[in-house]
């Protein structure tokens, strides 16, 4: 027996979200996965809508009615996009992802509605006027059954999609996050006090920009190290990228040589907000100010070292040197500390950390509010650390530093041949 048209019309529709769901695992610039998302969510949810508006099949026979009903399955669409992704954004837990998920569920939902339960009107009708019974009664009751259950499930998926996830204002414990794409960052930090804007990126665009960005430490020459750690990556311009609104560090295991004469079993990235080369200018410094980024730390840690960390800019070296998170051979468990020269010029540094949490699987956001009477920590909106000892603040500027260091005490194991850091956005903030 072959499917009526109607029910394969639908059946395809009840399939189209989760088909654009599995193509959100290609690129973002795939034209596959633009195609297919763009197609559903222009067109798919507001189709089944009308499906449940006309409680009996109908023909589309003339061009004009055929073209009033694309333009009205549009309308719908963009309409109920438009208040899915609201809603996730008033709650500050939009991701694509979700969106997607949501739209899905509702789409089958619609879609796989029984008949009699969008048909129910035709029980009033006449005897004389109804459509003779059909041998085929008895199966599509027992269609409409089943599709009755997976209507029932595809509500509770819904549900679940909409009640998931974490609020801007929330503490996430450990092992939550916020899944990407993190929110923008806030009007106002965590930090009390009242506060102005003085430093921003979403990574909205297509590239990194090299006007608040550079892509090396100062001591650049066609690539650098920090040689201080004895970390055993090269980092290169190559490694860091700007894509799908976000900036994105990877770190490789690919023998690389760098112009300090040895040879480096891995490259990777990094961004600075300081010089191009030792005798450059940096492009921007900080003394004091609340410095947050959103993060998601490689899901593979073993010999990795991911940073956020600011670096003295006159001296080019440390100590002074804030570190808002590293991430040491561990995706659970975030560093924070303060490294202050002691009477005799050599390093000294107090530290605290923070965990177990899944910093993984998706963004937290660090951050450090550097006073003159005091420095403070924050893992997702809430303070973690302090230290207020005047002999150890420091009270010069700073650059801003995010890299993905490779190797720091112990190798990565021979399974891990690459690494990415994600930052969805970044901040700073002043009195």
Request: proline residues 8%.
């Amino acid at each position: 027996m072959r499917t009526p048209p109607q029910v394969a019309w639908r059946l395809l529709l009840a399939l189209s979200g989760w088909a654009a769901l599995l193509c959100t695992t290609l690129q973002p610039a795939n034209p596959l996965r633009v195609a297919v998302t763009g197609a559903f969510v222009l067109g798919c949810p507001g189709a089944a809508a009308m499906l449940l508006a006309r409680p009996a099949p109908t023909v589309l026979v003339t061009w004009p009615d055929r073209l009033a009903a694309v333009v009205l399955a549009v309308a719908l669409s963009a309409a109920i996009a438009a208040v899915t992704a609201e809603g996730f954004f008033l709650r500050h837990v939009f991701t694509t992802g979700r969106a997607l998920v949501a739209l899905a569920c509702l789409t089958t939902v619609l879609a796989l509605l029984p008949r009699r339960l969008r048909a129910g009107s035709q029980r009033s009708v006449p005897a004389k006027v109804r459509p003779p019974a059909s041998a085929a009664g008895p199966r599509r009751e027992q269609f409409d059954r089943r599709v009755g259950y997976l209507t029932g499930a595809g509500l509770l998926l819904f549900t679940a999609a909409c009640s998931s996830g974490v609020t801007g204002t929330t503490n996430p414990g450990p092992g939550t996050g916020v899944p990407r794409s993190a929110s923008p960052p806030p009007e106002q930090p965590a930090a009390p006090g009242q506060w102005h804007s003085v430093f921003r990126d979403d990574f909205n665009g297509t590239a990194l920009n090299t006007r608040d960005w550079a892509t090396c430490y100062d001591w650049n020459n066609g690539g650098c190290t920090n040689s201080g750690n004895a970390e055993k990556e090269w980092y290169q311009p190559g490694q860091v990228q700007v894509t799908g609104g976000e900036l994105v560090l990877t770190a490789q295991r690919r023998t690389t040589q760098g112009h300090d004469g040895r040879t480096y079993p891995w490259t990777s990235g990094m961004v600075t907000t300081g010089r191009d080369s030792w005798e450059g200018t940096p492009r921007h410094t900080f003394t004091y100010g609340y410095y947050a980024a959103a993060i998601q730390v490689p899901a593979r840690a073993e010999g990795m070292f991911p940073a956020f960390w600011l670096i003295p800019a006159e001296s080019r070296s440390a100590p002074p040197e804030l570190d808002v998170a590293e991430f040491i051979n561990s995706n659970q468990i975030v560093d924070m500390n303060l490294h202050w020269p002691t009477a005799g010029g050599d390093d000294a540094h107090v530290g605290r950390t923070y965990g177990p949490a899944d910093f993984a699987t998706g963004y937290h956001v660090f951050g450090l509010d550097w006073e003159p009477d005091a420095v403070t920590w924050y893992v997702d909106g809430v303070q973690r650390f302090q230290v207020t000892d005047p002999s150890r603040l420091p009270h010069v500027a700073m650059e801003l530093v995010i890299n993905l260091a490779v190797g720091f005490q112990h190798s990565p194991p021979s399974s891990v041949d690459s690494a990415q850091l994600h930052v969805d956005w970044v901040g700073v903030w002043q009195h």
